[in-house]
């Protein structure tokens, strides 16, 4: 195996370790498949939504996909999105990949890409109509004239707050730094907390470092792709997090995506940041705060950021079955009946990357798009004017490196540093200006 490794054990994967072969068994061992079934297709489907409404719309789309290929058998299997990265990696070089892969952001998919472990979805695109998707989407996935996946929704991450707290203690809802630490300040009493700042390791603490570097115009690596943790921007960044930070529940310094989700939904805190899932998870487990819900873009110091995202399906240029891969995604997974429903999993969380799925009747009446237009439209415009590791701006070039940025332990261990740990900013952000450095060095 050819990793690169850092001081501090960043996993970046190379093309020569994504290709490289090892004698493992065969799928049909591995699986477990017997004589009789030999003679199947076997279609492997991997998702890293692991929701049980994921899970149950996977399961029915595949199999209706049976139903109309008799021949085929398709085989799930899920893997949380906090590990999603590394285990393809191990797929990868034991040249084991699934055919199809959905889920996964473009940080992602643009590292496997740019591995030379992809194979081009041009066609799939074409048959969806190139002109149906919104501009912004499609650019994200088109590298040299080559569409390196397939988007199937975008998503974008705000602050859910608490209408009725905010009124109950005379705070507007937080729009800047100063509005964001008075209202934290005035909701944390009786037990509750007024915000969730994750520091577990894991990418959901990495993620909200590099937004709150974003919100004061700071950077991961600036526009031409030079490393830029080290600023006085950051320090700004870091010493507001701290303030915040003395509002946030003790378990914190294990916080990953999960508790930022449960902590808001069952009233722990006064508000938390997450996407669009946030709306239905907390309206259906605890409906007494459901007429409370708000939502507004993540406050900012110099200009609005928040963390958005264009996730896709993908196919492997090694797996074993293309054409019945890209026909799941052309079907199912981007488009049809199937596709609607899928982004009625998550109304909110999974935002059309297609004008005519955004048009469809079936998604625009459904009641809790219907019953919330001001959450949607902030979560539209939260998705147009944020971005990611791939692109941190609209003037970034796209970086090739955003998998091992995003995906890897050197933003979350930089805020568990700081904040659990206590070490000094100036410390932190020599470390990890080192650690990112690290990363780009051979692009």
């Known amino acids: 195996m050819n ?13 020569r370790s994504f290709l490289a072969l090892s004698a493992g068994a065969s799928v049909a061992a591995l699986l477990g498949h017997n004589d009789a079934r030999a003679q199947e297709l076997l279609l492997r489907v991997m998702g890293s939504d692991t929701d049980e409404v994921d899970i149950a719309w996977y399961k029915q789309a595949n199999a209706d ?24 990696t191990t797929l990868l070089a034991a040249n084991d990949v699934p055919d199809a892969f959905g889920g996964q952001g473009i940080a992602a998919v643009s590292a496997f890409w740019n591995a030379g472990v992809l194979e081009p979805l041009n066609d799939v695109v074409d048959e969806l109509g190139k002109d149906d998707f919104f501009p912004s989407t499609l650019d994200l996935y088109t590298v040299d004239g080559n569409v390196i996946g397939v988007p199937v929704e975008r998503t974008s991450f705000v602050l859910w707050y608490r209408k009725d707290l905010a009124e ?8 800047t730094w100063e509005d964001y630490l008075a209202y934290a300040k005035a909701t944390t009493r009786d037990g509750m907390y007024g915000v969730a700042i994750p520091c577990g390791m894991n990418p959901a603490s990495g993620l909200r470092l590099f937004e709150f570097f974003r919100q004061n115009n700071g950077n991961v690596v600036d526009e031409d792709l030079v490393p830029a943790i080290d600023t006085q921007a950051n320090r700004e960044a870091l010493e507001f997090i701290k303030e915040l930070y003395q509002y946030s529940p003790p378990g914190s310094p294990s916080y990953g995506y999960g508790e930022m989700l449960s902590a808001y939904v069952t009233g722990a805190v006064a508000s938390s940041i997450y996407s669009g899932r946030m709306l239905q998870r907390a309206s259906s487990r605890n409906p007494e705060i459901a007429p409370f819900i708000g939502a507004i873009g993540l406050p900012y110091k110099t200009a609005p950021f928040g963390f958005a995202d264009v996730r896709g399906a993908f196919v492997f240029a090694g797996a074993r079955n293309k054409d019945a891969a890209k026909d799941w995604i052309l079907k199912y997974r981007a488009g049809g009946k199937r596709h609607i429903d899928w982004l009625l999993t998550a109304p909110g969380n999974n935002l059309p990357v297609r004008r005519s799925a955004a048009a469809d009747p079936a998604f625009a009446d459904f009641p809790m798009i219907k019953e919330h237009p001001d959450i949607f439209t902030t979560l539209n415009e939260a998705a147009d004017v944020g971005g990611n590791l791939y692109k941190e701006s609209r003037n970034h070039k796209p970086n090739p490196k955003a998998g091992a940025l995003s995906e890897g332990p050197v933003l979350a261990t930089m805020l568990q540093r700081f904040l659990v740990n206590g070490e000094a900013a100036g410390d932190v952000l020599a470390w990890g200006q080192r650690q990112v450095t690290d990363i780009m060095a051979d692009i």
């Open 168 to 175: 109950r203690e005379n705070v507007k809802p937080p729009v």
């Open 3 to 15: 990793f690169k490794m850092t001081d501090n054990a960043i996993l970046q994967p190379t093309r």
């Open 65 to 88: 996909f049976e139903a109309d290929h008799p021949d085929t058998r398709v085989l799930y299997d899920y893997v949380n999105s906090a590990s999603s990265f590394q285990k393809i």
